[in-house]
């Protein structure tokens, strides 16, 4: 399955269609444009969005930012369903309590077999 890069963003960034899901529900929320950020260690889901879910935090952890600041941040479990047929479950996020946009990190990414390719702006899962 293939998506377009999002051309609003300079340089365009490569974005892919999820849900999300409760781990202990079937219904799903979304669809949700995620940034595919392969620098990122970790995913972070904006809390707006995980309050639409029963989920509870589970742990906490600490969080360097590119600045270099560190956070304490809580982590939630959710299932991550890629549109239309994958499903990646039980992948701990972060609560991002500032921020608006879903940024898929290498926790998740590299579940997948993925291409990133720039000259065509697609992001493309496959297997």
């Not at 529900?25 to 444009?33: M, N, R, T, Y």
């Not at 950020?37 to 952890?61: C, F, H, M, N, R």
């Not at 479950?89 to 990133?116: F, H, Q, S, T, W």
Request: glycine fraction near 8%.
């Amino acid at each position: 399955m293939k998506f377009k890069y999002q051309t609003h963003y300079t340089p365009p960034i490569p974005t892919m269609e999820i849900y999300l899901k409760s781990p202990e529900e079937e219904s799903l929320v979304g669809p949700f444009i995620a940034i595919v950020d392969t620098g990122a260690d970790s995913t972070l889901i904006p809390t707006a969005y995980l309050t639409q879910l029963t989920v509870t935090k589970v742990d906490e952890a600490k969080l360097r930012s590119h600045w270099g600041e560190w956070r304490l941040v809580a982590l939630y479990m959710v299932d991550l369903q890629i549109v239309p047929n994958v499903t990646l479950p039980g992948i701990y996020v972060v609560g991002d309590d500032e921020g608006n946009e879903i940024i898929l990190g290498r926790n998740a990414l590299n579940k997948l077999y993925l291409i990133l390719d720039g000259l065509k702006q697609t992001t493309e899962i496959k297997g």
